[in-house]
Every structure is written in structure tokens, then in C-alpha cells.
């Protein structure tokens, strides 16, 4: 069979290929031809009528919040004031920027005076022509005794009588890292105020593999690309990083003298920890939502097949047992009820989906080459990674990853030359690159 078990997670990189989003409202719609809702290639360009059909926050057909985020002032003398100032200005525009939302207003419409406090706001200047602003962010940030303080406000310009939606105070030591982290903090409640809600992505994580190192080993990075360090030192190969719901723990498949296991590493104490030795080859780990359960495709019995256990690796048992090979589970983020995982039962790799307790095991995808399946934050969809007409010398998959507000996507391309990490917003707009040292894929988002 062409299909290797280790292809799912060490498969190289393309542009050509389509993430795909299948609708997971139940069996009804995983009937024939009912089940593919939408085809969405990962291209800057992409066909008006295509974007219109993902329903995730972007591409609603509703007019966006005109947004202005003029640059904060300066409330102190400090000599920090200028760098910090920058980091936190440029940092808040790009957070707002991203979140695929706003319509942000040029800052070559801004007036002169951008205002420092509520006193300070011309509110005909910012609503009229040209900002034509209906919200405006502004402050603002000083340093004292190597420690900083931010004023932030979100005020409704086009409401003098009751204009303010958000006041925000923030402390911290006077670093850029610092700086940063207050900007995502004030983004996100910007975001969740005016976005239905949902609370913004700013200060997420996403997990990938770099081999920057000399190793293939686990780095980490903001959601922006920012802060990217390496977490792991096992100095052999390690894929498939999988944050565990609440940040503490990271699941990932490594290499070591007795073969592929499943390696724990605890973001606390910032080392591995103590996980079972199944053996057999031991890939592709994923976390229930509630954190409790693992889930991870092991061939200790002789064909790999999807198995589950406890979040400390006990009480392990199999879930599937046709000929596989089965690989590529992933929980169904919002309920936990469901995995989808990847199959070569019937040759080429197609996606499947079955209950938790593995019954029900139905398939989604009938033809190609599909892959690397993850579950939207709602539990309605699917993305993965899917050549329609798959035959000798085609190229590998991508991974795809959604992230926690489901407005945004993670993937890896080969588009810039080189592997690279890659996000876009869920419509196929806004795609931007974060790393660019070395060969990086198979990023993971953090749940929140």
C-alpha cells in the first residue's frame, strides 16, 4: 500500500492543494454528495462566490465597524517612552488589523491631534470626513521608575452624549515584551465588545516544528509570529505538537532508541514528563476538549489503529479496528463526542469520523488524497488537507489548524521557497507569513 503511517506527519509541502471545510452537522449530511460544503483554496485570490459560502465570523455579506486606532501619546518623559510607545501602537493596529472584523481607517485620514485622554477627542473630526470613523481607540502610555502604565478607550464618535464603549487601565514593567502583551490584552477586549462576543485570538499561541536548531524539535510563537523560541531539547525528531486545553501540557509524537513514542512536556515546569511507553509506533496525539483524554494512533497491535486514554496515558484502549492504516485523530473541539481521523483502508488516505467510543465510523471524503483534518471552535466543520486527483509523483499535503475565535486559519506552505507557517482568515483573505528561519510546519493552536 503507497499510504505510509508516518505520512500524515512527515509529508512534504505544497501550494497545490485545497484546504477543504466540511459541514459536521451530524449523519444527515455526510451522505453523498451532501457532505462538501465548501472548497476553499489557500490562495490570496479566491472567488467572491466562494468566500461568501463559510459562515465563521468573516465574509457575512454585513457591513464591518469602521475602526480608527490613532497612536497613543505620551503621558510621562521617560526615555522609554518612544520604543515602547511603537511596539504598543504598531502591535494594537495590526491586532485590530487581523481580526477580520473592522474596517480599519487609514491613518493618512487621522487628524493632526490624535487625542490622549477623553477630554481630547474631536468628535466631528473623527466622524466626519475623511476617518468617517464610527469607533476610535486611543490613549495613552507612560513609563515611571522602569514600570509602564496604559490609559486605553474605545469610544462610539458618533455618540457625543454617551460615547465611551471600553475604558481600560494596564500596569507592567517597562519591557517591548510587555508592552506587546498590554496591546493584545486591550485588542481583545476591543474584539469581544465589538464582535458579536467572541473573544479575540490576540493573546493565543500556536505550537509548530522547526528545524532551525540542527533538530527537528517543537517551537513556539504569539499568534502574529512574534516571541517565536524553542520549547523542546530532544535532539532527535519530534512532530505533531498538541496543546493541551489549558496550556500546561503539550503532546507530540517523538523519535527515540525503541522508536516513535508519545512524549509529554509540561509548559510549567518547562520539560518532558513521565508518559507510558505503549509500544509499537506511537503517533499523532490530540487532546479531548475537556483535557481529561488523549487520543493518539499506536501499532502496538500490529496495524496502526486510533486509540485513547487518560490524560497520564492509562487505562489506554483500541478504538478502531479495521486493516488501517489510522492515523490523525482529532476530537471535535466543541462537544468531545466525535473524532475525525485519517484512514488507508481503502487505500489512498480519506477522512473518517466516528463517536468518541468508536462506534459509528462513517467516511467523509470518497476520492484523492485527504489528510490532516481539525475540527472549527464550533464543531460544525472539518478542514483538511485534499488532492481531488491524487496519482504517482503527486506532492504531499499541508497541515491546517483552526484557531480558537474560528475567524482564522494556521497552515504550512511551500509557497516563499521554503516550509513556512502561514495564517489566514477563514474566508481565504488576509494570508500572511510568520516564520521564515528554516523549515517550519505543523502548526498547532492554542484553545484559547
Not at 302 to 325: F, K, V
Not at 337 to 358: H, K, N
Request: hydrophobic share 35%.
Amino acid at each position: 500500500m503507497s499510504y505510509s503511517p508516518l505520512k500524515s506527519s512527515t509529508y512534504r509541502n505544497t501550494t497545490h492543494f485545497s484546504a477543504n471545510i466540511l459541514s459536521a452537522r451530524m449523519s444527515r449530511l455526510f451522505a453523498p454528495g451532501l457532505v462538501l460544503v465548501l472548497a476553499l483554496t489557500i490562495f490570496p485570490a479566491m472567488p467572491a462566490f466562494a468566500q461568501d459560502w463559510i459562515r465563521t465570523g468573516t465574509g457575512l455579506g454585513v457591513e464591518k465597524v469602521r475602526l480608527a486606532a490613532s497612536d497613543f501619546k505620551a503621558s510621562s518623559q521617560d526615555a522609554k517612552n518612544a520604543e515602547l510607545l511603537k511596539v504598543f501602537s504598531d502591535t494594537l493596529w495590526n491586532d485590530l488589523d487581523n481580526a477580520g472584523i473592522f474596517e480599519m481607517v487609514s491613518k493618512s485620514f487621522y487628524p493632526l491631534e490624535a487625542p490622549g485622554n477623553p477630554s481630547e477627542v474631536r468628535f466631528e473630526a473623527w466622524s466626519g470626513p475623511p476617518p468617517n470613523a464610527s469607533m476610535l481607540a486611543f490613549g495613552d502610555l507612560g513609563v515611571t521608575n522602569n514600570s509602564v502604565l496604559v490609559h486605553g478607550w474605545l469610544y462610539d464618535v458618533k455618540n457625543v452624549t454617551s460615547p465611551q464603549v471600553l475604558g481600560k487601565q494596564y500596569s507592567d514593567n517597562a519591557t517591548t515584551d510587555a508592552a506587546r502583551l498590554i496591546a493584545h490584552k486591550f485588542a481583545n477586549e476591543i474584539i469581544f465588545r465589538l464582535g458579536g462576543g467572541v473573544a479575540g485570538i490576540c493573546e493565543s499561541k500556536v505550537y509548530f516544528v522547526s528545524d532551525r536548531s540542527g533538530h527537528k524539535e517543537i517551537w513556539e510563537m504569539d499568534y502574529d509570529g512574534s516571541n517565536q523560541h524553542q520549547l523542546t531539547h530532544v535532539g532527535s525528531i519530534s512532530l505533531s505538537p498538541r496543546i493541551s486545553p489549558d496550556g500546561s501540557r503539550l503532546a507530540f509524537s517523538s523519535l527515540n532508541k525503541n522508536g516513535w513514542d508519545i512524549t509529554m512536556f509540561s509548559t510549567e515546569l518547562n520539560r518532558t514528563v513521565s508518559f507510558p511507553r505503549y509500544g509499537g509506533t506511537n503517533l499523532s496525539p490530540t487532546w479531548a476538549p475537556d483535557g481529561t483524554r488523549v487520543a493518539f494512533s499506536s501499532s502496538r497491535g500490529g496495524e496502526p489503529n486510533i486509540y485513547i486514554a487518560d490524560a497520564s496515558g492509562g487505562n489506554s484502549r483500541r478504538l478502531t479496528t479495521d486493516r488501517g492504516p489510522d492515523v490523525s485523530p482529532t476530537f471535535n473541539r466543541k462537544t468531545g463526542a466525535q473524532i475525525a481521523f485519517v484512514s488507508g483502508r481503502t487505500g489512498l488516505p480519506q477522512i473518517y469520523t466516528m463517536e468518541a467510543d468508536g462506534t459509528n465510523v462513517q467516511r467523509v471524503t470518497d476520492q484523492g488524497y485527504a489528510v490532516s483534518p481539525s475540527w472549527a471552535p464550533n464543531g460544525q466543520f472539518l478542514t483538511f488537507s485534499w488532492f481531488r486527483k491524487y496519482g504517482a509523483g503527486a506532492p504531499g499535503a499541508n497541515d491546517i489548524y483552526w484557531s480558537p475565535d474560528g475567524r482564522h486559519i494556521a497552515f504550512q506552505s511551500s509557497r516563499s521557497g521554503t516550509e513556512q507557517i502561514w495564517t489566514m482568515l477563514a474566508d481565504g483573505t488576509k494570508v500572511q507569513q510568520l516564520t521564515f528561519s528554516g523549515h517550519n510546519t505543523q502548526p498547532n493552536w492554542s484553545w484559547k
